[in-house]
């Protein structure tokens, strides 16, 4: 077998909930540059979805129409990208066995995003996993294995995403690390992949509290209408301690001043920071500023996706294609990974 002449990404997200601006600056922004110059593929995490939600598969079902629709809104070109969804590709579940026979538990333990994302789902209280064990469920607490098992099914080299990501993309590392001197015998099976984040790692929601998130309230999705982005931008919180109009701003605390300099030109960015530090620019001006460079920044994402909305069954198919496509990927992957592994019996 020859090695693919293109690098390969493989990146992803779990369909419970449409895109947000979060997602686009972490990693879909990465992901639509560097389609034509990596082999790119990109998965739709299903089963991942379903390690937190195993009681809703209809809503991971939809959800997978829109996440879909939101790749192809961003400008993921379904002719050079491969969209695949993560439950119809069995090679992925192959691996995630074989990696979990020898992935210590400690490895997972102390995984900050699975402990952080186990507090938030109230799973395990401050640093006590133990007291979770009668909350916590296999599937969740291996998900980081089953991630090392997406990205290498297909060998990535790169893996474009949110910093939160950044311990899994360590831990796939190590995977691989493992793996290749146990069975590799000094060969490389499979290549250690690299994280990729994007220019804005950490999208902190319009709340100003916590990292955008679509289940938080927080957030402006990709396919949001105008009044629905003025309306959430209205609700963001600015400087506490600006409390009368004409008090002088400070924008370095305000993270609708946080937005501007992401999503507004650097000139207008000078103004409101010189308007609002001197009492001129007041806070819900400011804000109908940024909700305006919000609605131009969507907008073109908006009217791709109504094109791809008039054509639903065109939508499926392409990730019916990539799909198969992935799958072909992963047949050979595995071929290598039994051979490796002494299992490959006839
Ligand atoms: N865990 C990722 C998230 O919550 C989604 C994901 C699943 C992923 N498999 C992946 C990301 C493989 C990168 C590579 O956003």
Redesign the pocket.
């Known amino acids: 077998m020859t090695a693919p002449v293109r690098k390969r990404i493989?990146?992803?997200?779990?369909p419970t909930g449409k895109l947000h601006l979060g997602?686009y600056v972490g990693?879909l922004k990465n992901r639509v540059k560097l389609q034509y110059e990596y082999e790119t593929f990109i998965?739709v995490?299903d089963v991942?979805a379903l390690s937190t939600h195993w009681d809703r598969p209809e809503m991971v079902r939809q959800t997978v129409h829109e996440v879909v629709l939101d790749y192809l809104a961003v400008g993921i070109d379904p002719s050079v990208s491969t969209i695949c969804i993560?439950s119809m590709i069995p090679q992925i579940a192959e691996l995630t066995v074989f990696y979990g026979l020898f992935t210590r538990m400690n490895k997972l333990r102390h995984n900050p995003t699975l402990k952080s994302e186990a507090q938030s789902y109230g799973y395990i209280k401050g640093d006590d996993i133990v007291m979770g064990f009668d909350r916590l469920t296999y599937g969740f607490f291996g998900?980081p294995i089953?991630?090392a098992a997406?990205?290498t099914f297909v060998r990535?080299h790169l893996?474009?995403?949110?910093e939160?990501?950044v311990p899994?993309?360590e831990l796939c590392r190590d995977i691989v690390g493992w793996f290749n001197q146990l069975y590799g015998r000094g060969r490389e099976i499979i290549p250690q992949p690299e994280a990729l984040v994007g220019d804005v790692p950490r999208l902190c929601g319009l709340d100003g509290q916590s990292k955008m998130g679509k289940s938080l309230g927080n957030a402006v999705l990709l396919s949001d209408d105008d009044e629905s982005i003025l309306a959430a931008v209205m609700r963001a919180v600015t400087d506490p301690q600006r409390i009368r109009r004409n008090d002088p701003g400070h924008p370095e605390v305000c993270n609708v001043f946080a937005y501007h300099r992401i999503f507004s030109p650097e000139e207008e960015v000078t103004c409101i920071e010189r308007d609002c530090r001197s009492g001129v620019l007041g806070c819900v001006e400011d804000k109908s500023r940024l909700a305006k460079r919000l609605q131009e920044f969507v907008a073109p994402f908006r009217a791709r996706r109504a094109e791809w909305e008039k054509r639903p069954h065109e939508v499926w198919d392409v990730l019916k294609t990539g799909t198969e496509r992935a799958r072909r990927e992963g047949e050979a992957t595995l071929e290598l990974v039994r051979e490796a592994m002494g299992i490959k019996y006839w």
């Open positions: 493989l990146t992803g997200d779990r997602h990693s998965l995490a991942q993560q998900y089953s991630q997406d990205i990535a893996v474009p995403v949110g939160d990501q899994h993309i």
